[in-house]
Protein backbone atom coordinates (compact mmCIF):
# COMPACT_ATOMS: atom_id res chain seq x y z
CA UNK A 1 0.00 0.00 0.00
CA UNK A 2 1.21 3.02 -0.87
CA UNK A 3 -0.40 6.76 0.12
CA UNK A 4 0.27 10.20 0.57
CA UNK A 5 0.06 13.66 2.96
CA UNK A 6 -3.71 13.51 2.72
CA UNK A 7 -3.75 9.57 3.69
CA UNK A 8 -0.91 10.15 6.25
CA UNK A 9 -3.48 12.53 8.50
CA UNK A 10 -6.40 11.31 7.94
CA UNK A 11 -5.11 8.05 9.59
CA UNK A 12 -3.09 10.11 12.01
CA UNK A 13 -6.77 11.88 13.02
CA UNK A 14 -8.45 8.84 12.97
CA UNK A 15 -6.19 7.84 16.31
CA UNK A 16 -8.30 9.74 19.07
CA UNK A 17 -5.17 10.35 21.45
CA UNK A 18 -3.22 11.78 18.56
CA UNK A 19 -6.05 13.92 17.38
CA UNK A 20 -6.55 15.23 20.98
CA UNK A 21 -2.67 15.92 21.31
CA UNK A 22 -2.97 18.10 18.10
CA UNK A 23 -6.19 20.01 19.30
CA UNK A 24 -4.87 20.94 22.64
CA UNK A 25 -1.15 21.23 22.36
CA UNK A 26 -1.48 24.95 21.27
CA UNK A 27 -3.04 26.04 24.07
CA UNK A 28 -0.05 24.77 26.01
CA UNK A 29 1.58 27.66 24.15
CA UNK A 30 5.00 25.46 23.48
CA UNK A 31 7.97 26.73 21.03
CA UNK A 32 8.73 25.20 18.00
CA UNK A 33 6.30 22.08 18.90
CA UNK A 34 5.11 18.58 17.23
CA UNK A 35 3.46 15.67 18.20
CA UNK A 36 6.15 12.98 16.55
CA UNK A 37 7.58 9.62 16.01
CA UNK A 38 5.77 5.91 17.13
CA UNK A 39 2.51 7.51 18.13
CA UNK A 40 2.28 8.74 13.95
CA UNK A 41 4.02 5.81 12.58
CA UNK A 42 2.35 3.26 14.44
CA UNK A 43 -0.98 4.64 13.79
CA UNK A 44 0.15 4.11 9.96
CA UNK A 45 1.06 0.69 10.71
CA UNK A 46 -1.78 -0.31 12.52
CA UNK A 47 -4.63 0.93 9.70
CA UNK A 48 -2.20 -1.07 7.05
CA UNK A 49 -2.16 -3.92 8.95
CA UNK A 50 -6.08 -4.31 10.09
CA UNK A 51 -5.34 -3.09 14.17
CA UNK A 52 -6.76 -0.46 15.84
CA UNK A 53 -5.46 2.96 16.15
CA UNK A 54 -3.84 3.21 19.31
CA UNK A 55 -2.74 -0.96 19.05
CA UNK A 56 0.52 -1.59 20.69
CA UNK A 57 1.79 2.54 21.27
CA UNK A 58 3.63 2.28 24.13
CA UNK A 59 3.69 6.45 24.26
CA UNK A 60 3.22 9.84 22.53
CA UNK A 61 6.36 11.67 21.78
CA UNK A 62 6.28 15.67 21.63
CA UNK A 63 8.95 18.03 20.88
CA UNK A 64 9.43 21.44 21.25
CA UNK A 65 11.99 23.44 20.73
CA UNK A 66 13.48 26.19 23.46
CA UNK A 67 17.11 26.85 24.16
CA UNK A 68 16.65 30.04 26.15
CA UNK A 69 16.80 27.43 29.23
CA UNK A 70 18.99 24.42 29.22
CA UNK A 71 18.20 23.10 32.76
CA UNK A 72 16.48 20.30 33.72
CA UNK A 73 14.44 22.44 36.34
CA UNK A 74 13.09 24.71 33.11
CA UNK A 75 12.09 21.21 31.28
CA UNK A 76 10.55 19.49 34.27
CA UNK A 77 8.11 22.79 34.36
CA UNK A 78 6.82 22.26 31.05
CA UNK A 79 6.39 18.04 31.60
CA UNK A 80 4.66 18.68 34.62
CA UNK A 81 2.16 20.97 33.16
CA UNK A 82 1.66 19.27 30.11
CA UNK A 83 0.80 16.31 32.58
CA UNK A 84 -2.10 18.24 33.58
CA UNK A 85 -3.19 18.59 30.58
CA UNK A 86 -3.23 15.48 29.23
CA UNK A 87 -3.88 13.69 32.28
CA UNK A 88 -7.64 12.42 31.17
CA UNK A 89 -5.43 10.61 28.22
CA UNK A 90 -5.29 6.97 28.76
CA UNK A 91 -1.84 7.21 27.59
CA UNK A 92 2.09 8.08 28.15
CA UNK A 93 2.78 11.32 27.34
CA UNK A 94 6.38 12.00 26.42
CA UNK A 95 7.63 15.78 26.59
CA UNK A 96 10.75 16.88 25.69
CA UNK A 97 13.00 19.87 24.96
CA UNK A 98 14.92 19.47 21.66
CA UNK A 99 17.63 21.93 22.88
CA UNK A 100 18.51 19.87 26.18
CA UNK A 101 19.30 16.56 23.76
CA UNK A 102 22.98 16.86 23.09
CA UNK A 103 23.15 17.10 27.48
CA UNK A 104 21.82 13.46 27.63
CA UNK A 105 21.84 11.24 24.41
CA UNK A 106 25.46 9.90 24.48
CA UNK A 107 25.22 9.10 28.35
CA UNK A 108 21.85 7.25 27.25
CA UNK A 109 22.98 5.70 23.98
CA UNK A 110 26.60 5.44 23.36
CA UNK A 111 27.11 8.08 20.88
CA UNK A 112 27.62 11.79 20.09
CA UNK A 113 25.00 14.16 19.16
CA UNK A 114 25.73 17.55 18.68
CA UNK A 115 23.48 20.41 19.72
CA UNK A 116 20.12 20.40 17.92
CA UNK A 117 18.85 23.68 16.33
CA UNK A 118 15.24 23.45 16.23
CA UNK A 119 12.25 19.77 16.85
CA UNK A 120 12.66 19.11 13.35
CA UNK A 121 16.39 18.56 13.73
CA UNK A 122 15.52 15.78 16.22
CA UNK A 123 12.73 14.85 13.54
CA UNK A 124 15.60 13.92 11.01
CA UNK A 125 17.99 11.74 13.35
CA UNK A 126 15.60 9.49 14.54
CA UNK A 127 17.33 5.94 13.20
CA UNK A 128 14.46 4.36 10.68
CA UNK A 129 12.89 6.36 8.00
CA UNK A 130 9.31 5.80 9.00
CA UNK A 131 9.97 7.46 12.36
CA UNK A 132 11.03 10.39 10.86
CA UNK A 133 7.49 12.72 11.25
CA UNK A 134 6.46 15.87 13.36
CA UNK A 135 2.83 17.03 13.12
CA UNK A 136 1.61 20.04 14.68
CA UNK A 137 -1.72 22.69 14.11
CA UNK A 138 -1.10 25.48 12.58
CA UNK A 139 -2.93 28.71 13.61
CA UNK A 140 -5.34 28.35 10.92
CA UNK A 141 -6.19 24.85 12.29
CA UNK A 142 -5.06 23.23 9.27
CA UNK A 143 -2.41 20.07 9.50
CA UNK A 144 0.88 20.48 9.08
CA UNK A 145 3.19 17.32 8.84
CA UNK A 146 7.12 17.24 8.32
CA UNK A 147 8.19 14.47 6.89
CA UNK A 148 11.55 14.54 5.78
CA UNK A 149 11.93 10.95 4.07
CA UNK A 150 8.41 10.80 2.91
CA UNK A 151 5.80 8.25 3.70
CA UNK A 152 6.65 5.35 0.88
CA UNK A 153 8.27 3.57 3.78
CA UNK A 154 5.80 3.84 6.02
CA UNK A 155 2.79 3.08 4.09
CA UNK A 156 4.72 -0.12 3.20
CA UNK A 157 6.40 -1.09 6.34
CA UNK A 158 9.26 -1.10 5.68
CA UNK A 159 12.13 -0.47 8.30
CA UNK A 160 15.07 1.11 6.43
CA UNK A 161 18.24 2.81 8.34
CA UNK A 162 18.52 6.59 8.53
CA UNK A 163 22.16 6.86 9.59
CA UNK A 164 22.80 10.33 10.90
CA UNK A 165 23.41 8.97 14.17
CA UNK A 166 25.87 5.76 13.99
CA UNK A 167 23.86 3.22 16.68
CA UNK A 168 22.91 0.10 15.04
CA UNK A 169 22.65 -1.78 18.68
CA UNK A 170 19.49 0.61 19.29
CA UNK A 171 18.02 0.05 15.79
CA UNK A 172 18.24 -3.43 15.51
CA UNK A 173 16.41 -3.39 19.38
CA UNK A 174 13.78 -1.36 18.24
CA UNK A 175 13.17 -3.38 14.99
CA UNK A 176 13.03 -6.59 16.62
CA UNK A 177 10.44 -5.16 19.39
CA UNK A 178 8.13 -4.01 16.81
CA UNK A 179 8.52 -6.54 14.58
CA UNK A 180 6.47 -8.49 17.61
CA UNK A 181 3.30 -6.26 17.56
CA UNK A 182 3.66 -5.90 13.94
CA UNK A 183 5.09 -8.72 11.97
CA UNK A 184 4.44 -7.72 8.42
CA UNK A 185 7.32 -5.46 8.79
CA UNK A 186 10.31 -5.13 5.98
CA UNK A 187 13.35 -4.68 8.36
CA UNK A 188 16.63 -3.75 5.99
CA UNK A 189 19.30 -5.02 8.18
CA UNK A 190 21.47 -1.27 9.31
CA UNK A 191 24.83 -3.26 8.30
CA UNK A 192 23.06 -4.05 4.24
CA UNK A 193 20.30 -0.72 4.19
CA UNK A 194 21.26 1.79 2.17
CA UNK A 195 21.93 5.14 3.67
CA UNK A 196 18.81 6.92 3.39
CA UNK A 197 18.39 10.37 0.99
CA UNK A 198 16.14 13.23 2.54
CA UNK A 199 13.39 14.85 0.50
CA UNK A 200 14.22 17.86 1.73
Request: aromatic share 12%; charged share 25%.
Given at each position: ???G??????????????????????E?????????AG????T??????G?????????????Y??????T???????????A????????Q????????????????????????????????G???T?????V???????????????????F??I???????E???????K????????????????????Q??S??
Amino acid sequence: MLAGKDDFIRIVLDNPIDATLLDRLPEVGLPDCYVVAGCLFQTIWNDVSGFPPTHGILDYDVFYFDDTDLTWEAEDVVIRRCAEVFSDLDAQVEVRNQARVHLWYPEKYGVPCPPLCSSRDGVDGFLNTSSCFGVRRTLDRDVDVYAPFGFDDVFAMIVRPNRRREAPAVYHDKAQRWRRTWPDLTIIPWETGHQATSDG
